[in-house]
């Protein structure tokens, strides 16, 4: 499956940003689907996920609360609404796909990736 985010930018610190990830060549409901971070000089980290159908999301302590993931299985798009941001949100932001559709935080059991999207968030 192909997968391409999209969304990022610069915001102020407080703002919102939504960003999407569109995926093509397989079924989308076959997977579960994740969003990552990786912000400059730190490892990769989980962010959000979401189960096949929708039903099942889990997130990151950091970003409970603010940031809300979303899928529509008929337009084979996940979503990340992310409020009240926070400088320390800024990274490079991934979305991945794991077949099998059950979520997971681990991002060695996500089978592809897209590309990132930037989002900064100033002060």
């Known amino acids: 499956v192909q997968l391409q985010a999209s969304g990022g930018g610069l915001v102020q610190a407080g703002g919102s940003l939504r960003l999407s990830c569109a995926a093509s060549g397989r079924t989308f409901s076959d997977f579960a689907m994740g969003w990552f971070r990786q912000a400059p000089g730190k490892e990769r980290e989980f962010v959000a996920t979401?189960?096949?159908?929708?039903?099942?999301?889990y997130y990151a302590n950091s970003v409970k609360g603010r940031f809300t993931i979303s899928r529509d299985n008929a337009k084979n798009t996940v979503h990340l609404q992310m409020n009240s941001l926070k400088p320390e949100d800024t990274a490079v932001y991934s979305c991945?796909?794991?077949?099998?559709?059950?979520?997971?935080?681990?991002?060695?059991?996500?089978?592809?990736w897209g590309q990132g999207t930037q989002v900064t968030v100033s002060s």
């Open positions: 979401i189960n096949w159908s929708g039903v099942s999301t």
């Open positions: 991945a796909a794991r077949l099998g559709g059950v979520t997971t935080i681990q991002s060695s059991e996500y089978d592809y």
